[in-house]
C-alpha cells in the first residue's frame, strides 16, 4: 500500500518535473529549475549553534552570542552562494555514438558559462559515479559522461543531477535535467561460426576475399561513405584530393543473414548472433543482406551499411 | 562529497593551520604537554598525508584517548565541570587528527573548533582576543571551502579568499541579529568557569605581616557619573566592612552578608552613575556611600554596602544612586551589632588600650574624641609608605608608637582598635579610593593600586561616620592619588615596570593608554555588557517603548531590510569580463562623443580611423597610433597572448586623448570623407 503510494507520489513528481524542466538538449539552470536544501552537514552545523547558543544564554556572554549569529548569517549567506554556483549555468547535449549493449554509453555535454564561475559542480545519475567539474567563466567545457547500456534499443539516461554543495557545503543546490540524449543500443554481439561456411571453406573463403580485396581497379573520388580503409591516403598527402580505391567486387555470391539460421533459443540471443555474424561478414568483406521479420536490407558491404544494419538489429521489435 | 573521498590538500593546509591558531588562547590556561600532544599529532597527520606514517590502530587511539583522559583529570583534579570539559575538548579535538580519513571527518574536527573558538570567550573577552578568534573563524571557514573544491585544485588561497567574502557578507546580519535577539537570563545556573585567581581586594587584611605592598596596575572598574563626578578625593568605593579583629587580621563578619533593611536617611548631593566591574570572581562591588541600585543582581547589605549575589565571573555594569552626605542608621544600633564593632581580642596590644583610656579622659564626647584621634595621626610624625616594617605581636603597639611606618590598612587598623578600645564602635571599611578621570569617555577609571582602606565610627545621632586616618598623614594621596603620594619613594607599580599606568607624565604615551582604555570601556559597556537590561534600555531610546509587538515587528522590518540587499548583492548578475581593447575602445569613443564625432553602427575600425583622421587632422599622428595598436591587437593576436602589449594600446590612447581638442572643432565637420557602407 504504502510502496504504491511512493510510486503514485514518484509519478507524480515526474510528471510535475517535466512540467516544470522540460527535456531539451540544452538547458540553463535558473530559479524554476534549480532546487535548494539544507545538507546534513548544515543541519549538524544548525545543531552546533543552538548548543552554542544555549552556552551563550547561560553564560550571559556577549562574544559568545557574536560567534552564534556570526555562523548563522554564514550560514544564510551560503545559501546564496551555493544557489548562486548553480544559477547561469548552461548544459548542452552534444550527439553521441552508438555502443553495444554492455558497454558504457558516452554521453557529451558541455557546460557554459557566460559570466561566472561554478566550482565544484558534481554531474552523475543515482546508478553512475559522481563526476565533479570547474567551470571557468567565458569558457566551455567539454566532458563525456559514461553511462552503462544494458539492452538494445533507444538508451535513454533519465534525468541528469546537477548539484553544488560549493562553497560551505551546508547547502545542496540541484537540478535534474533531461538534455534530450538518446543513445542507439546495437545487440550485444556474440561471435559464433558464420552459417553455410564449412570449416575448411572459411579459409578457402578468406583466400577468396582477401585476392578480392587486392583486385585494386582505380581511383574514384572520395564520396561520404567510403570506408576509411579504402581512401588513397597517399594521393591526399600529396595534395590531390580525398579519393577512394576501387577495388573489383568478389566473385562469390553475397550472404542472407535471417532469424531462423541462428542457434539462439531467445530472440535477443538470435539478435546477438546475428550481429556477431553482420561484423564478421564486414570484416571479410563479404556482401551480406538481413532479411527481418518487416525489414528486408539488401546485400551490400560498407559502413553505412553495416551501420544499417544493425540499426535495424537494435530497433527489431522495439517501439519508437 | 562522496563517501571515498579524501581530503583535499587545500582543506588540509588550512584545518591545521586553523587548529594551532584556534587552540593558542588556551594553551596559556593548560600545561604544557598538551602543546607538545598537538604537535605528535599533527607530525603525525603530516607524515600520513605524505604517505610515510599510516593512520593509528584501534588500540592505539583507545590508549591515547585514556591517556588523556587521565591527564585532563590530573591537571583539573576532576572530570566533571566545565574547564574539564572544555580540556576533554581539546583533546578531542587534537586527536581526531589522527583519524581523519574522509571529508566528514574533517568536518567534524572543523565543527569542533568552531566550538572551541567560541569556548575560548567564556574564559577572557578581551578586544585582542575577539580580533584573534576572528582570524580564527576564517582560517576554518577556509578550511571548509577547501573541503567542498573540486579535488586536485592546489589554490588554498582561492578557499580563503572565498572565506573572507563570506564572512565579510555575514558581518551586516551579524550585527543586526546580535542586537534584535532577545536577551534572557541563564536557563540554569552553571558554573563559572576556571578557579581562576582572583583579582582585586583580598577578603581580609594583616597590615602587620606586610613587608611590601605590591600593587598591580590592573583596572579595578570604571565608573561613568550622569553628571560632573564628585571631587577626588570624595571618590570613596565601598567594597567591604572588616569588622572581626583577631589581634592580628581584620576580616569580614558573617553579621554584614544579611541584607536586612536598615534604617538611613538620605541627605546632601546625590550622584547617579554606571559602574562597569572586569571579572574579578568575588562578589565585591563598589558603590559611593550612601548607595542604592535598581538592579536585581545587587543587594544592599546591612553594612550598607551593595553586593553582587553572585561573584563577578565576568564584567558586569550595574547603574547606583549615592547620597555620600547620608545619615546611617542614626538613631541606634543594635546591641549585636554594637558588641560586634566593640569586640577587641583580649591580650593584645596594651599601650593603644591606655592611649584610648588617656584619650577617654580627656574627650567625654565621643565625636571630640574621634577628632582628636584623627588629630594625633595629623601631628605626630607618621610616614606613608609601602615599605612598612614588620610588626611583631603587637602590632598596633608598634605602630603607634615605634614604627609609625604604614600605608592604609596600618592607619585604618590602628584607629578602628583605638576608637573600639575608647568604647566607640568602629569598624573597617576597605574598597577603593580616588580614581582617574578619562576625560575621552568621560569616566573614572579605577585602578587595582587604588585600593584603600578607612575607618566608619559609630556616633549617636549621626549614625555611621566615615573617617579616614590616611588622610591627616597623607593628602596627596587622597587628593591627587597614590603615585604622587610615593614619588620620593620610588615604590609605585615597581613590580611591573612595563605597566603603562607607570608612565602618566609622558604626553603621547598616556594618551594612547587613555584612548585604549576608552576603547575598552566602550567594549564593556556596549558590547560584553549588551545583555537583557542594556537591551531593553536600548529599545526604549529608540523605539519609545519596551513592547514586545512593537519590537518584532520594528525586527522584522529590519532584518527584511538587512537581508533582502545582502541577497540582492550576493545573487547580482555578474559582470561580463570586458577586455581591455573594448574598454579602450569605449573611453575613446566616449571622449570622442563629446566632440560630437561618433562611429556609425557596424564600422569598423578602419573605416572608422579613416573619418577621425579627415575630421581630426591635428591629430592624425595620434589617431593613427592608436588604431594600429588597435587593429594589430584586436586581429592579429592570439587571445589572451596580448598582455604586455595592451599597456602599448593604454599609453597610445592615452596620448590621443591628451591630444584631441577639449571641445568641438571651430571648423564645421564635414561628412563628405564618409565612406560607403
Known amino acids: 500500500m504504502i510502496s504504491r503510494l511512493g510510486g503514485q507520489t514518484s509519478v507524480l513528481f515526474q510528471h510535475w518535473l517535466k512540467r516544470r524542466i522540460p527535456a531539451a538538449s540544452q538547458v540553463r539552470l535558473n530559479h524554476r529549475r534549480i532546487f535548494i536544501m539544507p545538507t546534513r552537514a548544515g543541519m549538524g552545523l544548525l545543531l552546533l549553534l543552538v548548543i552554542m547558543l544555549i552556552g551563550a544564554i547561560n553564560y550571559q556572554n556577549s562574544l559568545v552570542y557574536a560567534v552564534v549569529f556570526l555562523l548563522g548569517s554564514l550560514f544564510w549567506v551560503g545559501l546564496h552562494h551555493t544557489y548562486r554556483n548553480l544559477a547561469g549555468l548552461e548544459l548542452q547535449a552534444n550527439g553521441s555514438l552508438p555502443v553495444f549493449a554492455g558497454e558504457e554509453a558516452p554521453l557529451n555535454l558541455t557546460l557554459l558559462s557566460e559570466r561566472r564561475e561554478h566550482q565544484a559542480i558534481v554531474l552523475f545519475w543515482p546508478s553512475t559515479p559522481r563526476r565533479q567539474v570547474d567551470v571557468e567563466p567565458g569558457l566551455s567545457t567539454s566532458l563525456s559522461l559514461y553511462y552503462p547500456s544494458t539492452r538494445r534499443g533507444w538508451l535513454k539516461p533519465g534525468r541528469l543531477r546537477v548539484e553544488t554543495r560549493y562553497p560551505l557545503g551546508w547547502f545542496v543546490a540541484w537540478s535534474l535535467v533531461d538534455l534530450d540524449w538518446q543513445v542507439l543500443v546495437y545487440p550485444k554481439p556474440l561471435n559464433l561460426p558464420l552459417p553455410g561456411l564449412q570449416a575448411g571453406g572459411a579459409g578457402e573463403g578468406d583466400q577468396l576475399l ?111 | ?436 578621570l578619562n576625560p575621552r569617555g568621560n569616566y573614572v577609571l579605577v585602578h587595582q593600586f587604588d585600593a584603600h582602606a578607612w575607618v566608619e565610627a559609630w556616633l549617636p545621632g549621626q549614625g555611621w561616620v566615615s573617617v579616614d586616618p590616611t588622610f591627616q598623614v597623607a593628602p596627596e594621596r587622597i587628593e591627587r592619588g597614590l603615585q604622587e603620594a610615593l614619588q620620593s619613594e620610588g615604590s609605585f607599580l615597581e613590580g611591573s615596570p612595563l605597566a603603562a599606568v607607570r608612565y602618566r607624565n609622558i604626553g603621547w604615551l598616556n594618551n594612547a593608554r587613555l584612548f585604549w582604555d576608552d576603547l575598552n570601556y566602550q567594549w564593556q559597556l556596549r558590547v560584553l555588557g549588551y545583555q537583557s537590561d542594556r537591551q531593553s534600555e536600548f529599545f526604549r531610546r529608540w523605539l519609545g ?18 537581508m533582502l540587499p545582502m541577497a540582492w548583492w550576493i545573487l547580482r548578475p555578474a559582470r561580463r569580463p570586458v577586455s581591455r581593447q573594448r574598454r579602450a575602445w569605449l573611453k575613446l569613443n566616449r571622449r570622442l562623443a563629446r566632440l560630437q564625432l561618433q562611429a556609425a553602427t557596424g564600422e569598423g575600425p578602419r573605416a572608422w580611423q579613416q573619418r577621425l583622421m579627415q575630421t581630426l587632422p591635428g591629430q592624425q599622428a595620434e589617431i593613427s597610433d592608436f588604431f594600429d595598436e588597435y587593429v594589430r591587437l584586436s586581429y592579429a593576436t592570439a587571445p589572451g597572448a596580448g598582455e604586455g602589449s595592451s599597456r602599448q594600446l593604454d599609453l597610445a590612447l592615452r596620448a590621443l586623448l591628451r591630444a584631441l581638442p577639449r571641445s568641438r572643432p571651430p571648423r564645421p565637420i564635414t561628412l563628405a570623407g564618409l565612406p560607403d557602407e
Open chain 2, 1 to 436: 562529497m562522496s563517501s571515498h573521498a579524501l581530503i583535499p590538500r587545500n582543506s588540509l593546509v588550512w584545518l591545521l593551520t586553523a587548529q594551532v591558531v584556534a587552540l593558542m588562547p588556551h594553551l596559556p590556561r593548560l600545561p604544557l604537554w598538551v602543546a607538545v600532544l598537538w604537535l605528535g599529532c599533527a607530525v603525525w597527520r603530516v607524515q600520513i598525508q605524505r604517505m610515510r606514517w599510516r593512520y593509528p590502530g584501534l588500540v592505539v587511539r583507545m590508549l591515547a584517548l585514556a591517556a588523556v583522559t587521565l591527564g585532563v583529570y590530573l591537571t583539573q583534579g576532576t572530570l566533571i565541570g566545565l574547564d574539564a570539559a572544555v580540556m576533554l575538548l581539546l583533546m578531542l579535538f587534537m586527536l581526531k587528527l589522527l583519524e581523519m580519513r574522509r571529508p566528514r571527518d574533517a568536518l567534524v574536527v572543523i565543527y569542533l573548533g568552531l566550538f572551541i573558538v567560541a569556548t575560548a570567550f567564556l574564559f577572557d573577552q578581551s578586544i585582542p582576543l575577539a580580533l584573534f578568534q576572528c582570524f580564527s573563524l576564517l582560517l576554518l571557514v577556509a578550511a571548509l571551502v577547501g573541503l567542498q573544491q573540486t579535488p586536485g585544485r592546489n589554490d588554498p588561497a582561492r578557499a580563503m579568499r572565498m572565506a573572507g567574502v563570506l564572512l565579510l557578507q555575514a558581518v551586516p546580519l551579524m550585527i543586526v541579529l546580535f542586537v534584535l535577539f532577545p536577551r534572557m537570563g541563564p536557563l540554569w545556573a552553571v558554573n563559572a568557569p576556571g578557579q581562576q585567581a582572583r583579582t582585586g581586594l583580598a577578603e581580609s587584611m594583616t597590615p602587620a605581616d606586610v613587608a611590601e605592598l605590591a600593587r598591580s596596575g590592573g583596572l579595578a572598574f570604571r565608573a561613568a557619573f550622569d553628571g560632573a563626578p564628585p571631587v577626588q578625593s570624595q571618590l570613596y568605593w565601598r567594597a567591604m566592612t572588616l569588622s572581626r579583629f583577631d589581634g592580628r587580621t581584620w576580616s569580614q563578619s558573617p553579621l554584614a552578608s544579611g541584607s536586612m533593611p536598615r534604617h538611613w536617611e538620605p541627605q546632601g548631593e546625590s550622584y547617579s552613575y554606571q559602574v562597569i566591574a572586569t571579572a574579578s570572581h568575588q562578589p565585591w562591588v563598589f558603590s559611593l556611600r550612601g548607595a542604592s541600585s535598581d538592579d536585581e543582581r545587587l543587594l544592599l547589605n546591612r553594612d550598607f554596602i551593595l553586593q553582587a549575589r553572585r561573584p563577578l565571573n565576568q564584567g558586569m555594569a550595574y547603574r547606583a544612586m549615592s547620597y555620600p552626605a547620608s545619615l546611617l542608621e542614626p538613631l541606634e544600633l543594635e546591641t549585636q551589632q554594637r558588641r560586634l564593632n566593640l569586640h577587641l581580642p583580649e591580650g593584645f596590644d596594651p599601650r593603644s588600650r591606655d592611649f584610648a583610656a588617656e584619650l577617654r579622659q580627656s574627650h567625654p564626647d565621643d565625636a571630640d574624641l574621634l577628632q582628636a584621634l584623627l588629630r594625633h595621626f595629623n601631628r605626630e610624625p607618621f610616614h606613608y609608605t609601602l615599605r612598612p616594617t614588620p610588626l611583631g605581636q603587637h602590632s598596633n603597639d608598634e605602630f603607634l608608637f615605634d614604627s609609625r611606618r604604614g600605608f592604609c590598612a596600618h592607619f585604618a587598623g590602628a584607629m578602628t582598635f583605638v576608637l573600639r578600645a575608647a568604647g566607640i564602635p568602629a569598624r573597617v571599611v576597605a574598597g577603593y579610593q580616588g580614581g582617574e
Open chain 2, 545 to 562: 517603548s519596551a513592547d514586545w509587538q512593537r519590537i518584532g515587528l520594528v525586527s522584522l522590518v529590519v532584518l527584511l531590510l538587512c
Open chain 1, 210 to 320: 582477401a585476392e578480392g580485396v587486392d583486385d585494386f581497379q582505380g581511383l574514384r573520388s572520395y564520396q561520404p561513405g567510403d570506408s576509411k580503409r579504402r581512401l588513397d591516403w597517399r594521393a591526399w598527402s600529396r595534395g590531390q584530393g580525398l579519393h577512394s580505391k576501387v577495388f573489383a567486387e568478389p566473385r562469390h555470391t553475397s550472404q542472407w543473414l535471417t532469424l531462423e539460421q541462428t542457434p539462439g533459443q531467445s530472440l535477443e540471443q538470435q539478435l546477438s548472433c546475428l550481429t556477431g555474424w553482420v561484423l564478421q561478414l564486414e570484416q571479410r568483406r563479404r556482401p551480406y543482406g538481413l532479411a527481418l521479420p518487416g525489414n528486408r536490407i539488401g546485400p551490400a558491404l560498407g559502413e553505412t551499411h553495416r551501420d544499417a544494419c544493425l540499426r535495424a538489429l537494435a530497433l527489431h521489435g522495439v517501439a519508437r
